[in-house]
């Protein structure tokens, strides 16, 4: 059993930055793979970022060269650093740990980016 709570949203100007943060407990963090979703109003929820146990990252072609994924073994954290934030940046964030037939989802946190 793995538990996630985000942290780091909030309200933001286009343009600006957030870093969200992802804390872990529960089972052996280190394997899993982890993951940033995201879901705006209306919409699906999509895949943000990952980065697998490997360190080997992914990222959504909307974000790429703005977010940056990243994980702490040591602390069980997955921070996810937000530069140059646009409206359609706008979504409830989720944290997501993945290994085999095991998937787990935070809360989410919402991230509002205004024009």
């Known amino acids: 059993q793995v538990q996630l709570v985000e942290s780091g949203g909030g309200l933001v100007q286009a343009g600006g930055s957030l870093r969200l943060s992802c804390a872990a407990s529960?089972?052996?963090?280190?394997?899993?793979?982890m993951g940033w979703y995201r879901q705006a109003p209306g919409k699906q929820r999509e895949l943000v970022a990952s980065i697998a146990s490997n360190g080997i990252t992914d990222y959504a072609d909307s974000v790429k060269g703005r977010f940056t994924i990243s994980r702490d073994n040591a602390k069980n954290t997955v921070p996810l650093q937000m530069n140059s934030l646009k409206p359609d940046d706008t979504a409830v964030y989720y944290c997501?740990?993945?290994?085999?037939?095991?998937?787990?989802w935070g809360q989410g946190t919402q991230v509002t980016v205004s024009s």
């Open positions: 997501n740990a993945k290994r085999y037939w095991y998937n787990y």
């Open positions: 529960g089972s052996i963090f280190s394997s899993y793979t």
